[in-house]
């Protein structure tokens, strides 16, 4: 074997959907547009005569899709598993579409394996992120594999966790054992 191909490794055609819907999510956020019009756009480019773009596969498709209608439960997921110390919306973006297609994929998605999704999450994580994200994407995916079935019921079911929430409205000693990032103190007065 030459030693131009011993770190070679083959990537299916999944893995290569997986990467452009991380690339597409990405795109989205940092334009601020809607990750499926993206998709439009690039199937009317990939159609023209002399075509500018490469069609979008159908799996990075039914991903983007996917995201995109389970956005709001997938960030919910997603908050919950993430280190204390760290929010969502504070992680860089691309690590954010990273989770994002990976936890649609675990949740959403029973033909895939929870351990290819975790698997493939971090060494897109490796190539597109920094040194530190593969570790930090593998431990919250981790997480989540670890509690898989009941993440799928609850996100076929999310009225139920509201429904077990709100048995207890305004119950304080719910809120003292919610994690607080150092940097809040919006309910410091309240825990004093």
């Not at 919950?80 to 504070?90: G, P």
């Not at 959403?108 to 351990?115: C, F, L, M, S």
């Not at 919610?178 to 809040?184: I, M, N």
Request: aromatic share 6%.
């Amino acid at each position: 074997m030459s030693e131009s191909r011993q770190g070679y490794k083959r990537h299916g055609s999944r893995y290569k959907a997986r990467r452009r819907a991380v690339d597409i999510l990405f795109e989205a956020e940092s334009r601020d547009v809607d990750p499926v019009a993206i998709i439009e756009d690039r199937h009317t480019l990939s159609k023209a005569i002399e075509p500018v773009v490469a069609p979008v596969a159908e799996y990075t498709e039914a991903i983007i899709n996917g995201v995109a209608i389970e956005l709001d439960t997938i960030d919910a997921l997603l908050s919950e598993h993430i280190a204390d110390t760290w929010v969502l919306d504070r992680l860089p973006s691309v690590d954010r579409a990273v989770l994002r297609v990976a936890c649609w994929e675990m949740i959403y998605n029973p033909d895939v394996p929870v351990t290819t999704a975790v698997v493939e999450a971090v060494e897109i994580a490796s190539q597109y992120s920094t040194d530190n994200a593969s570790a930090y994407i593998n431990a919250t995916l981790d997480g989540m594999a670890n509690r898989i079935d009941e993440l799928r019921e609850r996100a076929s079911n999310p009225n139920g966790k509201a429904a077990v929430e709100s048995q207890n409205p305004g119950d304080p000693s719910d809120d003292e054992d919610t994690p607080v990032a150092p940097w809040d103190d919006s309910l410091e007065d309240d825990r004093a």
